[in-house]
């Protein structure tokens, strides 16, 4: 069926940047909420940023003015420009969608101090 599938983690030195990229594989019409969540070790998954079909954003506090969600409703997929990467930012990053509810596998971003 349907599927995520994400691209663009990897190893960063702090104050770096990344581009995350999810996908939306499969037959689908219509999504209306994508967005990235995040898992560090340790710790409970939090939202990150999320975009609507309409364009409304929203970022957690802890990213806001570093990060910037896009979305290509054509494509199914959104995109999470990562800049000025600090170390509490490595986590396995996961993409969601919300309506239908799906989760990619999650892609790993480690930002080294």
């Keep these: 069926q349907v599927q995520?599938?994400?691209?663009?983690g990897g190893l960063v030195q702090a104050?770096?940047?990344?581009?995350?990229?999810?996908?939306?594989?499969g037959i689908i019409f219509s999504?209306?909420?994508?967005?990235?969540?995040r898992q560090a070790p340790g710790?409970?998954?939090?939202?990150?940023?999320?975009?609507?079909s309409d364009g409304n954003k929203n970022?957690?506090?802890?990213?806001?003015g570093r990060f910037t969600i896009s979305r290509d409703n054509a494509k199914k997929s959104v995109d999470l420009q990562?800049?000025?990467?600090?170390?509490e930012d490595t986590a396995v990053y996961y993409c969601?969608?919300?309506?239908?509810?799906?989760?990619?596998?999650?892609?790993?971003?480690?930002?080294?101090?």
């Design 43 to 52: 710790k409970q998954r939090e939202l990150v940023a999320t975009v609507t």
């Design 82 to 87: 990562m800049n000025s990467l600090k170390p």
């Design 96 to 113: 969601h969608t919300e309506y239908p509810r799906l989760w990619g596998q999650g892609t790993q971003v480690t930002v080294s101090s």
């Design 31 to 37: 999504i209306n909420t994508m967005g990235w969540y």
């Design 4 to 8: 995520l599938v994400e691209s663009g």
């Design 59 to 64: 970022y957690a506090d802890s990213v806001k």
């Design 15 to 25: 104050g770096g940047s990344l581009r995350l990229s999810c996908a939306a594989s």
